[in-house]
C-alpha cells in the first residue's frame, strides 16, 4: 500500500497548492477540502485509520462547515449571490472532482484487496484513549481552542455586517433625538 500512500501525498500536494493560487475563496475551499480528506488517506495508508476518521470528521467536516458558514455571512448582497453562483459553475467541479476521483479509487483498491495499510510503530490508538487525553490533561487546550473558534466567528460576524444599516440607524436615532429637544424649546 505504499503506493496508496503516495499518491494520497501527491494529491494533497496539488490540492493544497491550488488552495494557496486560487484567488477565489469559494474554489479554495473546494480544493481544501480535497486536500484534507487526502490527508486522511495518508493517514489510513500509514495505518492510522482513527486519525483519518478524525480527520474526516473534524477537519474535513466541521471546520470546513465553519469557513463556508463565515464566506456565506461576508457575502450577503444580491450581487455577490449571483457571482456565487458563477463561481460554482459545473467547469469548477472539474479539478476537485478529479483529484477527489483519484482518492476515491485509491481508497476502494486498497479496501478491497484487503491487504495491511502499513503500521505505525507502538500500541493502536482508540477513541477512548484520545478521550482520556483531551478531557484529562488537555482539557484546558481543548477548552481555549473552543474559545479561539468563538472569536474567529464574533469577528467573521463582525466584518459580516453591513454598516449601512448601523449609519442609516444611527442617523434616525439622531434625528429623532434633535426633534425631541426642538419640540421641548
Known sequence: MLIAFYIAAFVAIVATLRVITCANAVHALMYLIVSLLSVAVVFYALGAPFAATLEVIVYAGAIMVLFVFVIMMLN??????????????????????????????????????????????????????????????????????AFVLLAALVVAAHLGRDDRDVAEATAGRDGAASTSARSKR
Not at 87 to 112: N, S
Not at 132 to 137: E, N
Open 76 to 145: 450577503l448582497n444580491d450581487e455577490m449571490i449571483a457571482r456565487e453562483k458563477r463561481w460554482l459553475a459545473p467547469a469548477v467541479w472539474v479539478g476537485p472532482g478529479m483529484l477527489g476521483a483519484v482518492l476515491l479509487i485509491v481508497m476502494l483498491i486498497a479496501m478491497t484487496r484487503g491487504e495491511s495499510m502499513g503500521s505505525i510503530e507502538g500500541t493502536p490508538l482508540d477513541a477512548q484513549q484520545v478521550g482520556m487525553a483531551l478531557f484529562g490533561p488537555y482539557v484546558l487546550v481543548v477548552e481555549l481552542s
